[in-house]
């Protein structure tokens, strides 16, 4: 219900902000003694770049949907030689004491344990592109135990939520474009974005977690979470001892052994079981395909909304709001250079990530903005198209609170990033 009010939103709110700008222009010289600023926003061909946003955002969402059915089939390819070898269940085991607490609908030992495990466990090493067929997995598998099939279910919710909290250990591609944009010390927002991102997932859980009444007082949940907290205190003490061109390398390295590292733990598993290697994947990958392929009208939806609501100039006029209200009352501006890329973000990563780019080569790659643009984007997530996709994936229809759960996620990390910015940068 929630996605709904927003897609009409992005297509009403567009539609009165492009005739705005219209009548801005042919009615110039009425307004031209009294509202001067019409002229920095008329555009009378407003409605010829929406309709082309339509078309190419269109066009972004089926070569989306392409691209991911590659990625899907092989993921989840690898994925059914790891079920069949044991290995994610052997995953599912360790870390069901924690699971069965903030799952408790998952039955015991089910798959989908070991699914989400999986996809976390990419989306920490900050590899999206494994990330998204395994949750997809995940996804699939929680619905088959879902006794309301068009309505989402506890577990989807805290799955989803914690998902798009976005919970960061390795921020590779975030890395990599600041290394492309000329920062003189790429990896200076390696920490500032691993902290911000744990604030993000900790409020997504524990809201989830009131709503849901999960008690995140029981002590197994604590001792998780507290281990959980140690691992990202030490990897970070660790990194601060290194010089930043072997913390970059380092990172970069640990992602890609780590990811390979899986694929091979998991073809030795199914060796030492003795299942068909090759025929699991091929079984596993044509449900890839099939997942793919159904994604496509609800990416197609949420993207021609952003697209129809970017071209009309409502976000630039968002923008433009927010920094005089701030400017009103005092505060230092500027991290209000880089909100761009906060308010994108939960709507396309994609184009976060341009955002991210435009803001490092206007403002500087190692500027206040430019820094801020790039915690913002590790630690925050695309979360009206991972809603999107993950739940179209299963057909499901009313989210509930899934939105308002990845938002209030996404606030606390922009917020977090913004307070640790002053806190590192502060004086940039």
Not at 21 to 48: C, H, K, M, P, W
Not at 120 to 125: D, H, K, P, R, Y
């Amino acid at each position: 219900m929630v996605l709904n009010y927003i897609w009409i939103g992005f297509f009403l709110v567009g539609f009165l902000v492009a005739l705005f700008r219209v009548l801005g222009y042919y009615f110039r010289d009425f307004f031209l003694e009294q509202f001067n600023f019409i002229f920095t926003v008329a555009d009378r061909d407003v409605f010829s770049a929406i309709v082309q946003s339509t078309f190419d955002m269109a066009k972004t969402s089926v070569e989306i949907s392409i691209y991911l059915i590659g990625v899907m089939t092989l993921w989840l390819g690898i994925m059914k030689i790891g079920e069949r070898g044991g290995a994610v269940g052997a995953l599912s085991r360790i870390m069901n004491p924690l699971f069965s607490r903030i799952f408790p609908g998952i039955p015991k030992n089910h798959p989908a344990m070991g699914s989400i495990l999986m996809n976390f466990s990419a989306n920490m090493l900050g590899l999206d592109n494994a990330a998204t067929p395994l949750g997809l997995k995940a996804m699939k598998e929680l619905q088959e135990i879902n006794t309301e099939p068009s309505k989402a279910s506890n577990a989807q919710i805290m799955f989803l939520v914690l998902n798009t909290s976005s919970l960061t250990l390795i921020p590779v591609s975030v890395l990599a474009m600041r290394v492309a944009c000329g920062a003189k010390v790429p990896t200076d927002v390696f920490i500032p974005i691993i902290l911000a991102t744990f604030f993000s997932t900790m409020t997504g859980l524990i809201y989830v977690g009131i709503r849901q009444r999960i008690n995140l007082f029981n002590k197994v949940i604590l001792a998780y979470l507290a281990g959980i907290t140690a691992v990202i205190a030490g990897i970070i003490f660790y990194l601060s001892r290194l010089s930043q061109p072997m913390v970059e390398s380092r990172t970069a390295f640990a992602g890609n052994f780590i990811l390979f590292l899986v694929i091979i733990v998991f073809i030795m598993l199914g060796i030492r079981k003795k299942i068909n290697l090759y025929e699991s994947f091929i079984e596993g990958a044509k449900e890839g395909f099939g997942v793919a392929v159904k994604i496509i009208p609800y990416l197609v939806a949420m993207l021609v909304g952003i697209g129809v609501f970017r071209a009309s100039g409502s976000f630039d006029f968002l923008m433009d709001g927010i920094g005089g209200l701030v400017a009103i009352f005092g505060i230092d501006t500027r991290f209000v250079d880089a909100l761009p890329v906060a308010f994108m973000k939960p709507l396309s990563g994609s184009g976060a990530r341009s955002l991210m780019v435009e803001t490092m080569n206007y403002f500087g790659a190692d500027s206040f903005a430019g820094r801020l643009a790039c915690i913002m984007q590790g630690s925050t997530e695309t979360t009206f198209y991972t809603v999107a996709v993950y739940y179209g994936a299963v057909n499901i229809r009313n989210t509930r609170y899934t939105v308002t759960g990845g938002l209030l996620a996404d606030l606390a990390g922009v917020i977090a990033a913004i307070f640790i910015m002053y806190l590192f940068f502060g004086r940039s």
